[in-house]
């Protein structure tokens, strides 16, 4: 089996819409759908919405802007960029369940004007040279080993000058992690790499990295809260990442927890600009 089929495999789900359907009926959410309420399940990645904002205020998108994001899941952040912005934003995924779901999400929310997303890798994109404007990644590089090629396309569909920005899970020294985790059901879908793979990959295909930031205590004071919103609930939410990450949430995120606090992964935040 391939890289790409493990990766998907891991995670479709084909009755993915209609969990998700049958949760918002459940918790009475209205149409058209808030990005609020959807933020609960469709930011797919540790800190959630506020890792979006963060990540966001460094990319400098505009109206007009044509923005591109890789591995966009649901599309969450997807949606959320072009609400603040009104930038058109174009998002595309390897998991063909994530994007009928998300476009689905992204119609009743009415957002077909500003935002797409397309199923296909990364590693082979369908788009033109220098066609967008900024580009982003969110927890995508943990399922790519080839980290050069991933850099040499995203440098060959932004525009020159055109930031590009990643907040992955990135390891620290060799991490040996207990499994499951979010982005992986075992070895075979694992690529997690250190910050200094990314850099070498990003420098080889013509990127300048302007910023790196460790956000560790970011993210351990985020599943801090998590933990204690938890322990107060009477009952598990109607609307979470169970949706999306399927019966074993609780233990795919305990096992990235605990490689959190012994110090063998964090989520890394980069900032490279392409062409100078």
């Not at 040279?129 to 399922?143: E, L, P, R, S, W």
């Not at 991490?175 to 075992?186: D, Q, Y």
């Not at 609930?233 to 096992?255: E, F, Y």
């Amino acid at each position: 089996m391939s890289e790409a089929s493990e990766v998907a495999e891991h995670y479709s789900s084909r009755s993915l819409l209609d969990r998700i359907e049958a949760a918002l009926a459940k918790a009475g959410a209205k149409r058209p759908l808030d990005l609020e309420t959807l933020a609960l399940f469709d930011e797919f990645h540790i800190g959630g919405r506020q890792a979006t904002e963060h990540l966001l205020k460094r990319l400098d998108i505009s109206a007009g802007n044509r923005v591109l994001d890789l591995g966009c899941g649901l599309g969450g952040p997807a949606r959320y960029v072009s609400k603040v912005s009104t930038a058109r934003v174009t998002g595309l995924d390897l998991t063909e369940d994530f994007v009928t779901a998300g476009n689905a999400l992204t119609g009743q929310a009415l957002m077909v004007d500003l935002v797409d997303l397309r199923q296909g890798s990364i590693l082979d994109m369908p788009f033109d040279d220098d066609q967008f404007d900024v580009a982003y990644m969110i927890h995508v590089g943990m399922n790519i080993a080839d980290k050069a090629a991933l850099a040499a396309e995203v440098a060959r569909v932004l525009k020159p000058g055109s930031l590009f920005g990643i907040y992955d899970v990135m390891a620290v020294d060799e991490p040996e992690l207990t499994f499951p985790v979010p982005w992986a059901s075992g070895p075979e879908q694992n690529a997690l790499s250190a910050p200094q793979v990314y850099r070498d990959a990003l420098t080889g295909a013509g990127f300048r990295v302007l910023s790196e930031t460790d956000r560790t205590e970011f993210a351990r004071a985020f599943f801090a809260r998590l933990s204690d919103q938890q322990s107060r609930a009477a009952s598990p939410p109607v609307l979470g990442l169970h949706l999306v990450m399927g019966p074993d949430t609780a233990t795919k995120i305990r096992n990235m927890v605990a490689a959190l606090h012994g110090h063998q992964i964090a989520p890394v935040e980069m900032i490279a600009r392409v062409g100078f």
